[in-house]
């Protein structure tokens, strides 16, 4: 669906910090071309920024919310204008939620699923739906890559993650920083694995999940 406002850039200081340790990481761990899928792309920098150092890739944006699609196409317009970029595709709308996932951009198995700062804006059950979505969706070997702050188990959390899961938790009892080991419980439960998790900066990971190995093994 095209979204219902005239396009309106919105700019996310952390994505501006954050998007070139990530793409840092996803040059590392991505083969040269594919095809994403990108959950919760909020405002789209990181759509933008990431299509234009992947070009082998065809990228997909999505986000639910009207306000987004609008800054996502507005930030896809910008980088069409500096650069050529064909596998930036036009937003859509997806809610994790939704079954099946309503997204028609990529018709086939999809190589990366790739969502940042959403399960902790999210009700708990969007963890269960983006892992599902993501176990039906990507190809054999296809990875899905999460962004954001987690509490993890034996480890104190930074005092900054505390202060944004209580101001998390006030703004919506639903919302709330995520435990990692409970992100891939429900990863596992979809068929997927934590297979890497890579510190970043401002306390934040990035996990790297892949479909159980055949037989178990
Ligand atoms: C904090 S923003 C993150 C945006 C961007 N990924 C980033 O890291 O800058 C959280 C995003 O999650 C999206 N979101 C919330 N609930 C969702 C759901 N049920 N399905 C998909 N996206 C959702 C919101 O619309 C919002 O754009």
């Known amino acids: 669906m095209s979204p219902a406002l005239p396009p309106i ?23 040269a071309q594919g095809a994403a899928l990108e959950v919760a792309a909020g405002t789209g920098q990181h759509a ?11 990228w997909q944006p999505t986000d639910p919310d ?12 910008q980088a069409q204008a500096q650069a050529h970029l064909p596998g930036l595709l036009p937003p859509q709308q997806l809610d994790v939620l939704a079954e099946p996932w309503p997204v028609t951009g990529l018709p086939g198995p999809i190589d990366l699923l790739y969502c940042a700062n959403m399960l902790h804006i999210a ?3 969007c963890c269960a739906a983006l892992m599902r979505g993501a176990a039906q969706r990507l190809a054999p070997a296809g990875q899905l890559i999460t962004y954001g702050p987690y509490l993890v188990e034996g480890e104190p959390t930074a005092p900054g993650n505390l202060a944004f899961d209580a101001d998390l938790r006030q703004r919506n009892p639903a919302w709330g920083l995520r435990q990692l080991g409970a992100v891939a419980t429900a990863a596992r439960a979809a068929g ?7 510190a970043m900066p401002a306390n934040n ?13």
């Not at 700019?11 to 083969?31: F, H, M, V």
């Not at 009207?66 to 317009?77: G, P, Q, T, Y």
């Not at 997927?192 to 890579?198: A, K, N, P, R, T």
């Open 9 to 31: 850039r919105q700019t996310s200081p952390a994505a501006e910090r954050n998007k070139a340790p990530i793409l840092a990481e996803l040059l590392r761990l991505l083969p």
């Open 48 to 58: 933008a920024h990431f299509a234009a150092h992947l070009p082998g890739w065809t």
């Open 66 to 77: 009207a306000a987004a699609l609008s800054s996502i196409a507005a930030w896809r317009a």
């Open 123 to 125: 009700p708990w059950a």
């Open 192 to 198: 997927l694995q934590l297979h890497e998790q890579v």
């Open 205 to 217: 990971r990035l996990l790297v999940f892949r479909r159980h190995p055949p037989h178990g093994g």
